[in-house]
């Protein structure tokens, strides 16, 4: 079994969340957001990212796990000092906050994580 270490030096910030009404939405799920994340690597060893774990909890007290292999498709491998930024989108019913992680491995094959913070998503309101 394979130990997961916090890499220090790696860590994620959220640049943006911004709601988009025009994107493609479901029904019980209408108010749709993109959000904007960078994955930087301040670290002293190279990272390539293999993975990701979003949870998503809503106002009703619902959640949502969203797990998968690399980052909007890719495998970012990232020497020290670099970053990798990306957007991706969420659609919501209620209020909802998403957190989560990204995990991948050194160069020399230590597993490790690092957090993405805690993020809003605040469904707009509607006149009646």
Same mark, same amino acid.
């Given at each position: 079994?394979s130990v997961l270490t916090?890499? *220090?030096?790696? /860590?994620?910030?959220?640049? $943006?969340?911004?709601?988009?009404? /025009?994107?493609?939405?479901?029904? +019980? $799920?209408? /108010?749709?957001? #993109? ?11 190279? #990272?390539?990212?293999?993975? $990701?774990?979003?949870? #998503?909890?809503? *106002?009703?007290?619902?959640r949502v796990v969203v ?16 970053q990798f930024t990306y ?11 998403? +957190? ?27 006149? *009646?």
């Amino acid at each position: 079994m394979s130990v997961l270490t916090e890499l *220090a030096g790696l /860590h994620v910030t959220v640049d $943006r969340v911004l709601h988009v009404p /025009h994107l493609e939405a479901p029904p +019980e $799920r209408p /108010h749709p957001f #993109v959000y904007f994340i960078t994955i930087h690597n301040d670290s002293e060893t190279e #990272v390539t990212i293999r993975g $990701r774990k979003w949870v #998503v909890a809503d *106002a009703e007290g619902h959640r949502v796990v969203v797990e998968g292999d690399g980052v909007v498709g890719k495998f970012p491998h990232l020497q020290p000092g670099q970053q990798f930024t990306y957007n991706s989108y969420h659609t919501i019913g209620s209020d909802s906050v998403a +957190e989560g992680a990204f995990f991948g491995v050194t160069d020399s094959g230590e597993m490790v994580f690092t957090r993405i913070p805690q993020f809003e998503m605040r469904a707009p309101v509607t006149s *009646a």
